[in-house]
């Protein structure tokens, strides 16, 4: 939603805070972990999926592909919808999102990777066991190499099925007839 607002509301400062935005991908993790805590902690979402979860949704990397790819669309597919009558949030519903399907498939995909391969950030935002992940569980745990090993091949099977089940689609977007 943040491209949308950045490509479709011509506002002053749309370019800076993109920009802003796009910096903040050449500042590393480690520097951003404690802003980052701080406001999961305000939030109270430490130890809770949503505080796993919320700040890899909130992705620069994201608003950038989803900036460049609505930039792509035709200005004549915004008029025609508010010709019909289509409001700013019926435009986004109605035809960038059903356009978007393959970018929203493939932000999935590197974010469900990313976000699954984490260990310093569930390893601060979390302290109960409950919500420990599987990088977590790998490091804690103990037993012979071939139990770990074991382990590590089984850990390996989520993302390889997000990856195989959504690549169909992924694929299907990128090749349609046009």
Do not use: C
């Not at 949704?57 to 200005?75: G, K, M, N």
């Not at 519903?93 to 399907?101: G, I, K, Y």
């Amino acid at each position: 939603m943040s491209a949308y607002a950045l490509v479709y509301y011509r506002f002053k400062l749309a370019v800076p805070i993109f920009w802003l935005i796009f910096i903040t991908l050449l500042v590393p993790l480690e520097v951003r972990i404690f802003p980052t805590y701080k406001i999961v902690s305000d939030l109270g979402l430490t130890n809770s999926y949503t505080g796993l979860i919320l700040p890899l949704v909130a992705s620069a990397t994201a608003t950038f592909f989803f900036r460049q790819f609505y930039r792509t669309i035709p200005d004549e597919l915004l008029e025609s919808a508010k010709l019909d009558g289509a409001n700013s949030w019926r435009f986004f519903v109605d035809f960038l999102v059903p356009l978007s399907r393959t970018m929203i498939v493939a932000m999935f995909i590197f974010m469900f990777v990313f976000g699954y391969n984490q260990y310093l950030w569930p390893l601060l935002v979390t302290s109960s066991e409950q919500y420990w992940t599987v990088v977590m569980g790998l490091k804690m745990m103990s037993g012979s190499i071939v139990h770990r090993f074991a382990f590590v091949i089984m850990s390996m099977v989520p993302p390889i099925l997000i990856i195989i089940i959504l690549q169909k689609h992924f694929i299907k977007g990128v090749f349609q007839d046009k």
